[in-house]
Protein backbone atom coordinates (compact mmCIF):
# COMPACT_ATOMS: atom_id res chain seq x y z
CA UNK A 1 0.00 0.00 0.00
CA UNK A 2 2.84 2.40 1.14
CA UNK A 3 4.39 1.47 -2.31
CA UNK A 4 1.27 2.30 -4.37
CA UNK A 5 1.19 6.18 -2.73
CA UNK A 6 4.57 6.17 -2.96
CA UNK A 7 4.37 5.17 -7.20
CA UNK A 8 0.82 7.46 -7.41
CA UNK A 9 2.93 10.17 -5.66
CA UNK A 10 6.35 10.51 -7.81
CA UNK A 11 4.03 9.83 -10.79
CA UNK A 12 1.83 12.62 -9.46
CA UNK A 13 5.25 15.39 -9.14
CA UNK A 14 6.20 14.09 -13.27
CA UNK A 15 3.10 14.90 -13.76
CA UNK A 16 2.80 17.81 -12.73
CA UNK A 17 5.92 19.52 -13.59
CA UNK A 18 5.41 18.44 -17.59
CA UNK A 19 2.19 20.48 -17.07
CA UNK A 20 2.64 23.27 -14.84
CA UNK A 21 -0.06 25.69 -16.17
CA UNK A 22 -2.62 22.94 -17.64
CA UNK A 23 -6.01 23.04 -15.64
CA UNK A 24 -8.82 20.70 -15.58
CA UNK A 25 -9.39 18.93 -18.29
CA UNK A 26 -6.15 17.82 -19.86
CA UNK A 27 -6.44 16.65 -23.23
CA UNK A 28 -6.44 12.66 -22.40
CA UNK A 29 -9.53 13.33 -20.05
CA UNK A 30 -7.16 13.54 -16.50
CA UNK A 31 -7.92 16.42 -14.24
CA UNK A 32 -5.23 18.51 -12.06
CA UNK A 33 -6.08 19.64 -8.74
CA UNK A 34 -2.97 22.07 -7.42
CA UNK A 35 -3.77 22.46 -3.32
CA UNK A 36 -1.06 24.85 -1.81
CA UNK A 37 -0.86 24.37 2.16
CA UNK A 38 0.94 27.06 4.40
CA UNK A 39 1.04 27.23 8.23
CA UNK A 40 -0.26 30.50 9.93
CA UNK A 41 2.96 32.37 9.54
CA UNK A 42 2.45 32.08 5.47
CA UNK A 43 5.17 29.40 4.82
CA UNK A 44 4.98 26.78 2.79
CA UNK A 45 4.29 23.58 4.73
CA UNK A 46 6.45 19.98 2.77
CA UNK A 47 5.26 16.90 3.35
CA UNK A 48 2.05 17.32 4.18
CA UNK A 49 -0.65 14.75 3.32
CA UNK A 50 -3.51 15.71 0.63
CA UNK A 51 -5.91 12.67 0.20
CA UNK A 52 -9.58 12.41 -1.46
CA UNK A 53 -11.30 10.45 1.04
CA UNK A 54 -12.28 7.01 0.55
CA UNK A 55 -10.09 6.88 -2.80
CA UNK A 56 -7.02 4.78 -1.31
CA UNK A 57 -4.05 6.72 -2.01
CA UNK A 58 -2.55 10.34 -0.57
CA UNK A 59 -0.26 12.54 -2.33
CA UNK A 60 2.06 14.93 -0.37
CA UNK A 61 3.03 18.55 -1.01
CA UNK A 62 6.67 19.45 -2.09
CA UNK A 63 8.92 21.91 -0.36
CA UNK A 64 7.05 24.73 -2.22
CA UNK A 65 3.53 23.39 -0.50
CA UNK A 66 1.95 22.25 -3.26
CA UNK A 67 0.28 18.97 -3.31
CA UNK A 68 -0.97 17.94 -6.83
CA UNK A 69 -4.02 15.42 -7.12
CA UNK A 70 -3.93 14.23 -11.21
CA UNK A 71 -7.59 11.84 -11.23
CA UNK A 72 -9.36 10.50 -14.29
CA UNK A 73 -12.92 12.19 -13.06
CA UNK A 74 -13.81 15.81 -12.42
CA UNK A 75 -14.30 16.40 -8.57
CA UNK A 76 -18.02 16.87 -6.97
CA UNK A 77 -18.79 18.68 -4.28
CA UNK A 78 -19.52 15.47 -2.39
CA UNK A 79 -15.34 14.28 -2.69
CA UNK A 80 -14.00 15.26 0.11
CA UNK A 81 -10.05 16.02 0.49
CA UNK A 82 -8.48 15.88 3.83
CA UNK A 83 -5.22 17.84 4.56
CA UNK A 84 -2.83 16.43 7.52
CA UNK A 85 0.38 17.04 8.91
CA UNK A 86 0.90 15.54 12.76
CA UNK A 87 1.07 18.33 15.16
CA UNK A 88 -1.23 20.96 13.10
CA UNK A 89 -5.26 20.72 12.73
CA UNK A 90 -6.42 18.27 9.55
CA UNK A 91 -8.60 20.34 7.24
CA UNK A 92 -11.32 18.80 5.17
CA UNK A 93 -12.77 20.44 1.75
CA UNK A 94 -14.23 19.79 -1.33
CA UNK A 95 -13.83 21.49 -4.93
CA UNK A 96 -17.00 23.08 -6.38
CA UNK A 97 -17.79 22.05 -9.74
CA UNK A 98 -17.25 24.85 -11.33
CA UNK A 99 -13.57 25.28 -9.79
CA UNK A 100 -10.35 26.19 -11.56
CA UNK A 101 -8.96 23.03 -10.22
CA UNK A 102 -6.57 25.52 -7.30
CA UNK A 103 -7.04 25.65 -3.24
CA UNK A 104 -5.18 27.10 -0.82
CA UNK A 105 -4.84 26.29 2.70
CA UNK A 106 -3.71 27.37 5.28
CA UNK A 107 -3.59 24.54 8.61
CA UNK A 108 -3.58 25.82 12.23
CA UNK A 109 -1.23 24.07 15.28
CA UNK A 110 -3.34 21.74 17.32
CA UNK A 111 -2.70 22.94 20.84
CA UNK A 112 -2.49 19.31 22.05
CA UNK A 113 -1.38 16.92 19.46
CA UNK A 114 -0.12 14.22 21.19
CA UNK A 115 2.63 11.73 20.70
CA UNK A 116 4.02 11.76 17.20
CA UNK A 117 3.19 8.34 15.51
CA UNK A 118 6.30 8.49 12.88
CA UNK A 119 9.05 8.68 16.07
CA UNK A 120 7.13 5.88 17.95
CA UNK A 121 6.16 5.35 21.56
CA UNK A 122 9.26 6.31 23.95
CA UNK A 123 7.17 6.38 27.32
CA UNK A 124 6.11 2.58 26.19
CA UNK A 125 9.21 -0.08 27.51
CA UNK A 126 9.91 -3.54 26.21
CA UNK A 127 8.30 -6.24 27.89
CA UNK A 128 10.67 -9.28 28.13
CA UNK A 129 8.63 -12.71 27.70
CA UNK A 130 8.89 -15.52 29.69
CA UNK A 131 9.80 -18.67 28.52
CA UNK A 132 8.83 -21.71 29.93
CA UNK A 133 11.08 -24.74 30.88
Known amino acids: MNQR ?3 LSILSICIATLTADAKPPFANGM ?4 I ?4 Q ?22 RSGVAVIIIDRLLM ?14 EKF ?5 SD ?7 KSDPNPGPNPMEGDSS ?9 K
Open 5 to 7: IFY
Open 31 to 34: YRYD
Open 36 to 39: TITD
Open 41 to 62: AGQPMDNTQASIMGRGFAVKTT
Open 77 to 90: PQDTIEVYKWGYLP
Open 94 to 98: SFSED
Open 101 to 107: GSKSIVL
Open 124 to 132: RKEKKRKTR
